[in-house]
């Protein structure tokens, strides 16, 4: 599992560091303000839309259903499935995305009540109807990925996502050289997503997994009625991060800039959080299905052990260095062109908060996958829902009084209610198997992290206030290099991790 699950957190990586670049570039050539938050107001609904369908959520419904007919009537059967799910998938979204092309001005004052009655809301429905092509041809590709995890092919559904960031950073290098109008820009940009979705659909049709979904047609038969009941709760469950932004950003709109503030900031969340959570839901689903169904409660244990010590193991560190290191971040990757300052200095505080949340995200992504592989995708969708419901009520108060911060800070709060939920009604129902090695490991790990929390904090004096970028960028990366140099040592010597084990697991095929 561990060499599986380090193929997709490197594709993944791979992809939110051309997503920083692809964010980066946006910051200089939109910046803040009425055009910035109508884009970033549209594209947020297509990030929610690619966390639904992507990036491990539909593969928490579709693969142990996969699995459990080929295992059940064989590979016929289970290519005649995955046909109705491609072809009834594919055809529900070209009549989704037709429906919501009509309803965009409302679904943007109910994601943005602060726009109504200004322009910004009209650019945000023109920009959102140019992205809309990609919901098409994102259900198509997700089912043709799933495919292939459920093989055990991670590389290629890993990488292919780069496709998504490549093709924006092309647009947006030519828009700079051109020094377009930033309505314009915006506009063009947005057009860009659904060309972006049609690269990835084209990759990934012309591999043997299409083959794999045979025949293709659309099918709402009691099959596939229980298959969607089942699967949309999970969806919906999986992007749990993503609604708890998007119920931020309805508080924030009333806010000139606050949408386009958290954006960012929680772009830098991502990182860490899309390396864990997609490879848990892509990786640890397929796994804890296999065990859960053989009834191996020590396969059980060893999954969901190693998932728990590697979502700590890179989530806390990133959460202390997150924090500490939030603004000389913030202004290295964004402050260029149209941002400013003042932009840096709210996006690093908004950033901050957002990072106190990132344990909590991740725990849920190691939590989620024991409900799904018991086929309970009721359980997570309803800690979801309890977690939105606590964000938005604390965003209204803590909103008003401290800003984008302040909302920040509430959907920390939203993330942490629904990771004790599932915490509480796991334990409780069928007990989370952690096993003797984890219970040795997880403090170790915590203590490590520290140190280098502690560290990070000590050499936050270094960075001059105005340093030239060339020297922003050596201390920084000095600093980042340092934690991590003094984390892996800590490991190492408190015999949290060593390199002979992590040598075998690379060994063991995934």
Known sequence: MIRSFLTVSTGTLASRLLGFARDSLIAALLGTGTVADAFLAAFQLVNVVRRLLSEGALNAALIPAWLRVRERDGEEAASAFAGRVLGTVSASLIVISIGIALMMPLIIMIIAPGFVGSATLDLAVENARLMLPYLAFAGPVTVLMGLLNAQGRFALTAFSPLLFNIALIAAI???????????????????????????????????????????LRASFDKEMRGFFAKAIPGMIASSGPQWLM?????????????????????????????IVGVAMGTVLVPELT????SGDRDAVAHAESRALELATGLALPATLGLAILAEPIVRLLFEHGAFGAEDSTATAHALMWLALGLPAHVLIKALSPAFFARSDTMTPLLATAKGLVVAMALAVLLGHFFGASGIAASIAAGAWSSAVSLLRKGTSEFGFSVDTSARKRLPRIVLAATAMGALLWLTTSLMPAEAHGLIRFIVLGLQIAAGIAVY??????????SWREAAAALKRPG
Do not use: C, K
């Not at 309505?183 to 591999?207: C, D, F, R």
């Not at 931020?248 to 969340?269: C, D, E, K, Q």
């Open 173 to 215: 290098a030519v828009l700079l050289l051109w020094h377009a109008d930033a309505a314009l820009s915006a506009w063009m940009l947005a057009a860009t997503v659904g060309i972006a979705g049609l690269l990835q659909l084209v990759m990934l049709g012309s591999q043997r997994s299409a083959r794999l979904a045979t025949p």
């Open 246 to 274: 998007v119920s931020g950003a309805i508080i924030a709109s009333t806010t000139p800039s606050a949408v386009s503030w958290l954006y960012f900031a929680n772009r830098l969340i991502e990182l860490p959080l899309g």
């Open 290 to 293: 296999r065990a859960v169904g």
């Open 488 to 497: 892996g040592l800590l490991l190492q010597i408190l015999g949290a991790a």
